[in-house]
């Protein structure tokens, strides 16, 4: 148990579908992250959030779209992805300001299956 | 973008063997990162690195920020089965501030009873 709960831990979804993964860090950290796990690649960053702003968007297709309504929790919308989006998504936290700000926690993963 | 190169990229062991492995980059990094990765979780934080030359334990783990500031090194000593995983470096991209991290491709570890 790192801190960081994610959910749902499994989703399937057709593409014309719509769904949304959450993200809560209980680490009291304000800075938040949702990065792409495929197979046979690095994690590949997606946004950054540091107190509720998004700082980066690291090239990210519109049809994911992220939500930071507080430190504490992160969202990632879907809609309308494709076959090649399936991966599982990381969300990560850490603490901004000293010197273990590079420390990210991450929660278990969504692993998503787009039919 | 930045890259980190991890060798090997997968380690076939017995149990009770210990492990060497690496990780280099083209460019500086300032802070590496080891994690470990179960299958079906995410990453857990093993060691953090901030010094050039600094060498960390935890437990029969031990890392080491290379004197060059692009290279990084993790050991495992008398390994157990529950260290298999996949095995990452990662480091923040020049800059500072709330970045995402670059993560190597992974070490494979698999241990042999």
């Known amino acids: 148990e790192t801190g960081v709960t994610q959910t749902p831990r499994h989703l399937v979804m057709g593409m014309t579908n719509k769904k949304s993964l959450k993200c809560e860090q209980h680490?009291?950290?304000?800075?938040m992250y949702w990065y792409k796990q495929s197979a046979k690649k690095p994690l590949e960053l997606m946004f950054v959030?540091?107190?509720?702003?998004?700082?980066e968007n690291n090239s990210v297709p519109s049809r994911f779209s992220p939500e930071c309504p507080n430190s504490s929790h992160l969202f990632l919308h879907l809609h309308t992805l494709q076959p090649e989006d399936s991966a599982l998504y990381l969300c990560?936290?850490?603490?901004?300001?000293?010197?273990?700000?590079?420390?990210?926690?991450f929660g278990p993963g969504t692993r998503l299956t787009v039919l | 973008g930045q890259q980190l190169n991890q060798s090997p990229q997968s380690m076939f062991i017995q149990e009770g063997e210990d492990v060497s492995m690496n990780c280099t980059s083209s460019?500086?990094?300032?802070?590496w990162l080891w994690y470990k990765q179960d299958p079906g979780e995410g990453p857990v934080l093993l060691i953090a690195l901030y010094k050039a030359g600094e060498l960390t334990s935890n437990g029969r783990l031990t890392a080491q920020f290379g004197i060059t500031r692009k290279d990084s090194f993790l050991n495992i000593s008398a390994s157990i089965p529950s260290d298999v995983g996949i095995y990452f470096c990662a480091g923040p991209p020049p800059g500072g501030g709330a970045d995402g991290l670059t993560f190597g491709k992974g070490t494979h570890l698999i241990i042999q009873p």
């Open positions: 680490l009291g950290h304000n800075a």
């Open positions: 990560a936290s850490s603490r901004t300001g000293s010197r273990s700000y590079n420390e990210q926690f």
């Open positions: 959030y540091n107190f509720k702003e998004q700082t």
């Open positions: 460019s500086i990094f300032n802070t």
